[in-house]
T-cell receptor, first 114, second 114 residues
């Protein structure tokens, strides 16, 4: 049973460019969340997708956008990249509430902006 | 807003030593509390959780008790192993919202030497 898979594992981009990160949730999960983990910091919630809609959003600018597909996979898009966007981006999936389906995290995509 | 504060690391211990990693929180409501662990090159894994005051979460020899009076959720283990070397994150969330949106601390790195 595959867990949460993210691609690519590493990515290097230049300031001003755009990037797309991808996530496939754990089998049976329908909700996908994205977190940003800067170096030496804890993960910060970006947004959550359920039924192809953004359900909750953290304190991130509109440059960060996402999408969820009918098969529950998800993309995170970041436009006009800044040096400060360099971080590990984590995807997490779940199939319900904390009681019956805790969050499962992927190994992340390491984004470096130069 | 809600926040989680952890002791700074790294915490360096010899094998079989006693471990304590301090965690305190500030919350507007009555959250559930979590400890996550991140091994090198991997995503976050749920270690243990407690859903209400005085609950004790435990897993793999680790324990933490939800102390409402001191707003704390300190992680303890009686005898650490080299394989416990990782980064530990304290986090909170509200289980009754229907969403899963963790607020993390900055993490504490644990280094265990033989």
């Amino acid at each position: 049973d595959a867990g949460v898979t993210q691609s690519p594992t590493h990515l290097i981009k230049t300031r001003g460019q755009q990037v797309t990160l991808r996530c496939s949730p754990k089998s049976g999960h329908d909700t996908v969340s994205w977190y940003q983990q800067a170096l030496g910091q804890g993960p910060q919630f970006i947004f959550q997708y359920y039924e192809e809609e953004e359900r909750q959003r953290g304190n991130f600018p509109d440059r960060f956008s996402g999408h969820q597909f009918p098969n529950y996979s998800s993309e995170l898009n970041v436009n006009a990249l800044l040096l400060g966007d360099s971080a590990l981006y984590l995807c997490a999936s779940s199939g319900g509430t904390w009681e019956n389906s805790p969050l499962h995290f992927g190994n992340g995509t390491r984004l470096t902006v130069t | 807003g809600d926040s989680v504060t952890q002791m700074e690391g790294p915490v360096t211990l010899s094998e079989e030593a006693f471990l304590t990693i301090n965690c305190t929180y500030t919350a507007t409501g009555y959250p559930s509390l979590f400890w996550y662990v991140q091994y090198p090159g991997e995503g976050l894994q749920l270690l243990l959780k407690a859903t209400k005051a005085d609950d004790k979460g435990s897993n793999k020899g680790f324990e933490a008790t939800y102390r409402k009076e001191t707003t704390s959720f300190h992680l303890e283990k009686g005898s650490v192993q080299v394989s416990d070397s990782a980064v530990y994150f304290c986090a909170l969330d509200y289980m009754n919202t229907g969403f899963q949106k963790l607020v993390f601390g900055t993490g504490t790195r644990l280094l265990v030497s033989p």
